[in-house]
């Protein structure tokens, strides 16, 4: 069925470590795909996106991987800070289905000083 | 530029009761979204409208829950009568169109059904 799904629950770095946080999709006709960070007691906030005619896009500190053949995405956060504990999820936009915007279930990133 | 207001932020109510959530999307925005969101887990996509139609609402549980959004603007959700299962944070989320855009979040509206 549609979903997507993340591999780990929780991932737990040291502070100035790289993260890398994956996501897996099931629909073959999503065409886009966004990273939401989620704070406690607020909605999630955008990251980056990226487009399935791309295989990467990097922003200010974090890059976006899409793998179609596998149906894959991961989010590296690059020197990560304490300000980036937050709850992380990937979304995909399902041209298929009126655009539908569907989200994984999320990982926690936990950042220790 | 102002972004997704909701209201209210907090609401508890008893079992059986009926509370609505109201939400006014980013100015222009045609499309707009409610999602569910329980504790632990990602947001579920409740019903999403372009301007004043509805595209999907085939998570909606369309017996206790209802949306509307009159004009293409502003948005209300409402759950009658409310179960305990209901405890989650609403989410209201607008996107200047229904594809390859970002959806821009509010706060959120954190119901406990007691």
């Known amino acids: 069925g549609e979903s997507v799904g993340l591999h780990l629950p929780t991932l737990s770095v040291q502070e100035g470590d790289n993260s890398i946080i994956n996501c897996a999709y099931s629909n073959s006709a999503s065409d886009y795909f966004i990273w939401y960070k989620q704070e406690s007691g607020k909605g999630p906030q955008f990251i980056i996106d990226i487009r399935s005619n791309m295989d990467k896009r990097q922003g200010q500190r974090v890059t976006v991987l899409l793998n179609k053949t596998v149906k894959h995405l991961s989010l590296q956060i690059a020197a990560t800070q304490p300000g980036d504990s937050a709850v992380y999820f990937c979304?995909?936009?399902?041209?298929?289905?009126?655009?539908?915007?569907?989200f994984g279930q999320g990982t926690e990133l936990s950042v220790k000083p | 530029e102002a972004g997704v207001a909701q209201s209210p932020r907090y609401k508890i109510i008893e079992k059986r009761q009926s509370v609505a959530f109201w939400c006014n999307p980013i100015?222009?925005?045609?499309?707009l979204y409610w999602y569910q969101q329980i504790l632990g887990q990602g947001p579920k996509l409740l019903i999403q409208f372009q301007n004043n139609g509805v595209v999907d609402d085939s998570q909606l549980p369309k017996d206790r829950f209802s949306a509307e959004r009159l004009k293409g603007v502003d948005s209300t959700l409402k759950i009658q009568p409310a179960k305990l299962e209901d405890s989650a944070v609403y989410l209201c989320a607008s996107s200047p169109r229904f594809m390859n855009t970002e959806a821009f979040f509010g706060q959120g509206t954190r119901l406990t059904v007691v």
């Open positions: 979304a995909e936009n399902v041209y298929n289905q009126g655009g539908k915007l569907i």
């Open positions: 100015s222009g925005h045609a499309t």
